[in-house]
């Protein structure tokens, strides 16, 4: 199994045998096809010089679901339209961005404690992340 560690947390790869759990627990049963492909189609508009496709690692902390991150890179420049932040990171703040930017957009639209409870475990997560400043400067 895979791991990304920071200071106190460690994410771990959902293995492949629950990755068809990870979705609905994330998202929500209502939300799932819809949660995904906002999740693909922003990080088209978030890295489009780096991202264009590919395999996604599904993340989680303590049992929980966290956050989707691309595995076609290690890292990814983050230059598009919906921040102002310009810079590079891993995939896995990649990720973060990209999932904290999805939960945002779709409560918009779809008021659900799935997405409210999924944002703040995963902003309180981005907190102790190794680019948590990155992370943060890219989502104000």
Known sequence: MSKFETNSQTATIVPDERRLEFLPILFGRLLLIIGENTVYSLMERLS??????????FYEHEGKPLFLAPRSRSRFRITG????????????????????????????????????????RLYAYSAEHAEASEIFQAID
């Open 48 to 57: 489009p010089l780096d991202y264009h496709g590919g395999f996604w690692d």
């Open 81 to 120: 339209e919906i921040t102002g932040f310009q810079g590079e990171v891993s995939a896995e703040a990649a990720g973060i961005i990209d999932t904290l930017f999805a939960f945002s957009h779709l409560s918009f639209r779809h008021p659900s404690d799935h997405l409210s409870e999924g944002y703040a």
